[in-house]
């Protein structure tokens, strides 16, 4: 297959979501924070907490793209509505930075300068204008100021957020690493703000009721997968494949996705729309889980209980 058609059918893995009862949970409920903020006519913020890898930006993105920007008439003029948004907090982010990068998500890349002040009643005026009702904020760890010995947020950054959110009436989700929220609690203000907290956890093999969230992760990714016409032998949910899965991505869904991705692109290299254990094994020896999980030896290339043996040392370890 040529290198532009194989490409080409392997992106559509991009579009892929597959949800779980985690997933759904924090997409309702950020969707809801901005119904009430609506509704009892104050912010109510939420937080989406999780280690980078496990979805948060793709979560982001689903709701994003569940209410678009679009063009709307009014009585002289016609403007673009964005209900929501999202944008990266900038590193060592401050307020300054911080309102920019929101002016220029919002599309108004002329207002760059300007004091603190000007900037601030200029984005007020646009999210008003432009009707916003959610606005994502990833990577709210630069709010924080890192000493020698001492980690707090910038309280100066913090209360702009806070000054915003209660004069646009605009639900905020702070969107980062599950370790800073109690640095962010130390400040009541701002911690009450965001009262609603969602996380998402790595992918398990096994859970209370014995059939873990992997498996039902991998059947459903299988499912949609063959309806591009790839498909797997062994299947990809089989115990055996699921383990070497887990034991490869310790359930990361990025590393799965990617994981799964290559493989697809060395069967579809050898002329297969059917991915096979060798091209798990030829996947994971480019390297691509090396980050998650620094095992020596192919877990594609051991056995059923040599992948529990090495799960149970990894586990103890």
Partial sequence: MENSNKFKKVSAINNIIITSDEFMKAFNGIQDCAKRSMAYEEPIGSMLLAEGGLGKTTLCKTIES??????????NYKKTVVPVFYVEVPSQGTVKSLAITMLIELGDQTYTSGTVEYLTNRLIYLLKTCETKLIFLDEFHHFFERKTTTIRMNRTTGNWIKTLANKTGISFCLVGLPEFVPLLQVDSQIARRFPFIYKLNPLMIEDSDGYGTLYAFLCEFSRKLSEIQINFSPPLDSPLIGLQIFLATKGYHSYIVNLVRESINQALENGRN???????NSAWQLGITLFINQINKSPFEMTFSQVLSALSKDKND
Avoid: A, G, L, N
């Fill in 66 to 75: 569940q209410m678009p920007r679009y063009e709307k008439v009014e009585v």
């Fill in 274 to 280: 059917t991915v096979i254990s060798d091209d798990f």
